[in-house]
């Protein structure tokens, strides 16, 4: 979320490390086999997974090229819509702060730089 509301550069470092993340999780689930990311039932390490894919599907950002985490995303969706509609909640407000960064100007943040 940082990149969203604070001055951090998309560059093709940080697009090459998601795209390194998505490749080992895609690996991994083809040597797992299963339906989710500790086995045939979703688990918590599934929530966290839904919930940092859900914010690159805020961004528009293509998944495609990870054939089976796309699978798996698109499983959770349909196999767990109650759930589903509470992560798509928060999809849509990220994609709304990433359309419409907040002015955060007035901020003194300790850490992470302030967009001007």
């Known amino acids: ?3 969203i509301f ?4 998309r560059t093709p470092l ?8 998505l490749d080992n999780f895609n690996t991994y689930l083809k040597q797992l086999g299963s339906i989710y990311a500790a086995g045939d039932s979703v688990t918590i390490a599934d929530f966290q ?5 859900m914010c690159l599907e805020a961004i528009d950002f293509d998944i495609s090229p990870y054939p089976l985490v796309e699978k798996w995303y698109n499983n959770y969706k ?3 819509p109650q759930l589903w509609k509470i992560v798509e ?10 359309k419409n960064p907040p002015d955060l100007s007035h901020m003194d943040h300790p850490i992470h730089p302030i967009r001007k």
């Open 1 to 3: 979320m940082a990149p």
């Open 6 to 9: 604070f001055d951090y550069k």
């Open 14 to 21: 940080s697009l090459k490390k998601a795209n390194i993340a």
């Open 49 to 53: 997974l839904v919930t940092a894919t």
């Open 78 to 80: 349909k196999q767990y």
């Open 89 to 98: 909640g928060g999809m849509k407000e990220i994609s709304e702060f990433e």
